[in-house]
């Protein structure tokens, strides 16, 4: 498989990822930036890719380390060379395994980015590996799946983070049940005045605290270009 080499964080990270699969976007940058890890805590990458978000957290909190999973063997691969290609040797480590069966530790934080597309109800992508990133490739696979799996690998109060379609955050809170509170949503508008693509919802490990919604973040100026609060944490590795 050929591959090709790109850089976040303004060069702070490098990754080599697939020419065909699995394309790491502005999604995983922000989805790190949410993690609120803090020096010395580990973070569990649920569906990890190529390591995009991992390593983002990585190169924002020092001293932390990431684990990542998932089910498509190449693209683990690819995110253990990604280990030396950042110098982060000890720091990081990847799994081949479906999340839906993983139990490997307790973590401090979960970060994921799950396949945003239901199985049945788009046209697949006809080259096999960027089906399976974008896809629900088991159609019994539900985002539930992923929130009991962060549940599962989560110490009590620490966080479950991830970015998903916004038409879809009324599936996620469900899925969270009694599990999860501090419920956190943070839309993010492709431009001002624009419905929100995106959502970033960050929730706790058995807590009650209420829901907030915060004001969220633009993405892009008319022109296209970043807006400065995007900026600072797409370029800047700012926290979100």
């Known amino acids: 498989m050929s591959n090709d080499e790109i850089h976040v964080l303004d060069y702070r990270v490098r990754l080599l990822q697939p020419l065909n699969g699995f394309r790491t976007s502005l999604d995983s940058v922000m989805l790190a930036a949410a993690c609120p890890a803090k020096e010395g805590q580990a973070v569990l990458d649920l569906g990890c890719g190529i390591g995009g978000a991992g390593f983002c957290v990585l ?46 530790k307790e973590f401090d934080h979960v970060i994921c980015n799950p396949p945003y597309l239901d199985a049945g109800t788009h046209m697949p992508s006809p080259s096999d590996p960027k089906a399976r990133a974008l896809y629900h490739d088991d159609e019994d696979m539900s985002v539930k ?44 508008w492709p431009r001002k005045n624009e419905a929100a693509k995106r959502v970033i919802i960050r929730a706790l490990k058995n807590r009650k605290t209420p829901a907030l919604l915060h004001p969220g973040i633009v993405l892009h100026e008319k022109g296209g270009q970043y807006t400065p609060a995007a900026d600072r944490i797409l370029r800047g590795a700012q926290a979100l």
């Open 59 to 104: 190169a924002r909190v020092a001293d932390t380390h990431v684990t990542g999973v998932d089910i498509q063997e190449d693209h683990v691969a690819l995110a253990a060379q990604n280990i030396a290609l950042n110098k982060m040797e000890g720091r990081a480590a990847f799994i081949c395994a479906d999340i839906r069966n993983i139990s490997i």
């Open 145 to 188: 799946d992923w929130v009991d799996a962060g549940f599962r690998n989560l110490k009590n109060g620490g966080s479950f983070v991830i970015i998903h379609r916004a038409d879809h955050t009324d599936k996620i809170i469900q899925s969270f049940g009694k599990k999860f509170g501090a419920v956190e949503v943070i839309p993010l």
